[in-house]
C-alpha cells in the first residue's frame, strides 16, 4: 500500500517494535523506519550518534580558531548545574499551582521549523506550537491562545526560496527601515512584501487564535503597498504552499495592491489612531487569512 498513497506515517518512538514487510518476494523488517522508506521517491532523513560527536568536535575547532579556551562538556555541566531544573516538574507545578497566565514564547519562524518548514533550509527543531509540547513537556490540552506574530512584510536570513523578495529599492527601503539585521548572525536580512500564502500555511499547522502584526509602521512611506496573495504555477493558481524547494523556487506570485497612506503611524495607540488607509491594510490580512489581528506593536486593537 506504501506505494499508492501519499503519506506514511509511523508514530513509533523507539526501536523496540518491529513488523515485516515482503514486496516482491524480498523481505524488509522495520524496527523505526515506516515502511514507505521502500517507495523509491521517498524522502527520509537519517541522523546517527556520530552526528553529535562532530558537533562536538567542529565546536572545539571554532573556539581554537578564535583563540579561545574550549571548554569541555564536564566544565560547563558544573557552571550551569546550579541554574538547572527539570522542565517537565517545572511546568507540571506552573500549570497545577495558583492561577496564572503563562506565556511561551517561539523562536525562529514556522517555516523554519524542522518538520514542516523549507527544507533543507530550516533549523533543527520545532518552530510551531508543537514546540511547546515537544519542547517543555506541555499537555496539548493546557494550550490556550496562540498569537502568530508577523511582520507587515515578510523577511528571511539566509538562503532558500523567498517568492515575494524584493531585490531591489523596495526591499533596500524595508531592510533599512526596518533595521532588519540577524540578532545572532548580524545577516542582513532579505526583504518583501508580505506573503499571505505563507501565513496561511502558519496558521494551519499553529491555529493562531489571533494575529500580532509588528512593524506596520515601516510602510508609512510608501506610495502603494502589496501584499501576495497567491501562487501560480505555469499561468494557473495553486491552492497550496508547495513543500517541494524546485517548485517553490518557480511559483510566480499574484499581488493585491493597495494604496499606502502615507502617514506616521508610530505614535498610534488606538486602532482610530491609525489612517483609514493603514485599517484597510490591516483588514485584508484578516480577511485573507481569516485571524483577527489584535495587537500591532504598542497598539491593541
Known sequence: MTFFVKEDVSERGGNNAGHTVVVDGKEY???LFPSGIINPKAISF?????HQAVDGLQEVQRQAQEGKKADTPRGYAEKIRPMVRDGVYFMYEALHGSPKKILVEGANAALL???FGTYPFVTSSNCTVGGVCTGLGVPPQHVGDVYGVVKAYTTRVGIGAFPTEQINEIGDLLQSRGHEWGVTTGRKRRCGWLDLVILKYAHM???????ALTKLDILDVLDEIKIGVAYKLGGKRIPYFPANQEILQKVEVEYETMPGWKTDTTGARKW???PPKAQNYIRCVENHVGVPAENLGELQI
Open 205 to 211: 499547522i499553529n491555529g493562531f487564535t489571533a494575529l
Open 46 to 50: 537519517i541522523v546517527f550518534d556520530f
Open 113 to 115: 521549523d524542522i518538520d
Open 29 to 31: 523488517d522495520f524496527h
Open 272 to 274: 482610530e489612531d491609525l
